[in-house]
Nanobody
Framework: VQLQASGGGLVQPGGSLRLSCAAS????????VGWFRQAPGKEREFVAT????????YYADSVKGRFTISRDNAKNKVYLQMNSLKPEDTAVYYC??????????????????WGQGTLVTVSS
């Protein structure tokens, strides 16, 4: 599976962005599809994920209530709607797909396929 993330950019604090992750090579069916981010000088961290077949979603506490992960089955895309953005949300955002077990959904090492990343900068 090849993943292509897009939609990053510069936004002011309090603003919104929507990231997209498109898959080619096969569909997302059967996978968990997640978003991770890595800020400068920091380790990669989990943001949100969705178990495609069931549609269940999981979020990091830091983004809960502000970010929403969703999907478009027909387009084989996953989105991350980010609202009320804060400067601390600045990072390179990566989409990933894989078959993590339930207890490993938030662990990046459990995802086999990764996109190239898209930069989100939240600054005034």
């Amino acid at each position: 599976v090849q993943l292509q993330a897009s939609g990053g950019g510069l936004v002011q604090p309090g603003g919104s962005l929507r990231l997209s992750c498109a898959a080619s090579g096969r569909t997302f069916s059967g996978y968990a599809v997640g978003w991770f981010r890595q800020a400068p000088g920091k380790e990669r961290e989990f943001v949100a994920t969705m178990r495609w077949s069931m549609g269940t979603t999981y979020y990091a506490d830091s983004v809960k209530g502000r970010f929403t992960i969703s999907r478009d089955n027909a387009k084989n895309k996953v989105y991350l709607q980010m609202n009320s953005l804060k400067p601390e949300d600045t990072a390179v955002y990566y989409c990933a797909a894989g078959n993590p077990i339930l207890s490993s959904l938030t662990e990046g090492r459990s995802y086999k396929f990764w996109g190239q990343g898209t930069l989100v900068t939240v600054s005034s």
